[in-house]
């Protein structure tokens, strides 16, 4: 698989053929013609190009390609504005004036068969940029995306964080960053977000059943990760984070940098470090003078580093682009500490303040490898996104000696996904997404301790999303099947009984959705939408089988579990004015 993904990408630089087609215009103000608009992001993603209006409102992408393709334009105070244009000529001018709003700033959806603003959408969504999670300045991107209505987080301190959409969590919500899905042990309490968010344009939420397009266990919602643009043709930029908190004692910093040369490569690079120890509880508003006893959330310490690097190409076929993401978390698992048995010589304080983990605490190791592709063909686009993905987790128990640790609990999941679509003429009033969707997973015990047996799992699936629109009238829907095989290989351990052993476990299930947009006027907008999905049982909720570590609790698996169903009735609505808005 990693040579095919690689092979595939120099055979495209290969066929790379210089264009010379560009598109230019003039950026105003719609309620004042005669403002002209600087500082305007405009953006082609089939062709991977970016430009920022000047002075004067002027803008002009070089070299891109012929076919049928969106451009976006956003600025701060402005709605965001999606146009297709038709690029056949080789000098293609537009001039768009853009709506001021109340909103700061509104980035697109990504998530329909083409591009769009997300009040154009029938179903909810929540854009969250990388701005605003920068800037709240908390520890984990969860606690800031649930500063948003309809979503939440399920903590274990400030380094376990998983998110909650419309009440579901674990197994019934999906992460999708680089075109795929990302797969981990979702399934377990202890088991944190394991995304690399370094170098995130922004966030989009999609709330309620979202198995149409993402597949299966979509039931709550989705996360959908967007990385950042390239920049403009023949630019390097870069940028520099440092964060210090005191409640933690913690250090954070970051280093971006990207770049993209005028014959179509672009590259970025990103690599960030957290280091926290643990953090101090509140005391319902009293502050201790005695430094001493600290009200510590004992092992609540993490340390989290990520790197991820980035190489494209941009040519008149379409933009072709590696990733690879590597992602390290050290993640303590909180204790609770009977006050009178603390010692008061400040001993504890001292090893709250230290940043090495004790036991019990995970050792988690994510790396993905993804080969994303957008091709132009003829008045449509094929979309073909790859991935390899192998998620470690290491459970670290205190030894039996003082001051040891035992590595009991060690899972190794490997996991190669696909997801290859067509989108018909976005140009059309009617149009078609019809795709194959699918992964192949092997999940392996390799320490002392098992919690689920070793398992493969297979999934595949068919969609079709169509499209259709009128003047204020917008319908989208459509219909998906999917498939899940399991196969659940027997684990003797010394904390469970036998996790059984069954070969023929297949869920089918399908999907819907459907949805309209009434654009009521250019201010007023109402949304309905209907939609259903399936989550099939996992591996543990199947055959979990003794005591639960760390706790009271003894579990006990049920193989005869048949899959989740939602079935949702969404109705929405929004007002956009310069000076007010609101959605509900």
Known sequence: MKRLLLSGFFLLSLLSVTAQHTVSGIVSDKKDNTKLLSEVSVYMPEFNRQDFSKEGGTYILRNVGIGKVTIQFTKVGYRPLVKVIDTKDSATVLNVELEPSAEELQEVSVTADRISSSTALPFATTIVSGSELRKTGVLHPLAAL?????????????????PVIRGLSGSNVINYQYGVRLENQSWDELQDLEVNDAGTDYVEVVKGPASLLYGPNALGGVLVWNEEKTPVAGHISGRVDAAYHTNTAGFESGLNLKGASKKGLFYSLNFGNRIHSSYIQGDSGAVEKNQIDKDFAANSKFNHTDIKAMIGLSKKWGVSKLTFSM????????????????????????????????????????????????????????????SMQNSKRIEYEPGTTSGTKEDRIDLNLNTHTYDIHYITDPSKKAGITAGVQGMMQQSKNEGEFAIVPN???????????????????????????????????????????TLFSKNDLTYRAPSYALGTVWKVSN??????????GFTPPNAYQLADNGRKEGGYLYEKGDSSLKASVNRQLDLGVSYDRPSIGFTA
């Open 146 to 162: 649930s500063f948003n209505p309809g979503i939440d987080r399920i903590t274990q301190g400030n380094g376990i964080q998983r």
């Open 523 to 532: 201010d007023f907008a109402v949304r309905l939408n209907c939609a259903g």
């Open 455 to 497: 398992t493969s799992t297979t999934d595949a699936g068919v969609y079709v999303v169509g499209r259709y629109d009128l003047k204020k009238i917008t319908f989208l829907g459509g219909g998906r099947f999917d498939q899940r095989s399991l196969a659940l290989s027997s684990y003797i351990t010394p904390a469970h009984d």
């Open 327 to 386: 992602l390290q978390q050290q993640l303590g698992v909180i204790e609770f500490e009977n006050k009178d048995s603390i010692p008061k010589d400040g001993s504890f304080t001292k090893e709250q303040r230290e940043y090495e983990l004790e036991a019990p605490y995970l050792d988690v190791n994510s790396k993905i490898l993804s080969w994303q592709n957008s091709i132009i063909l003829g008045s449509g686009s094929l979309q073909a996104n790859f």
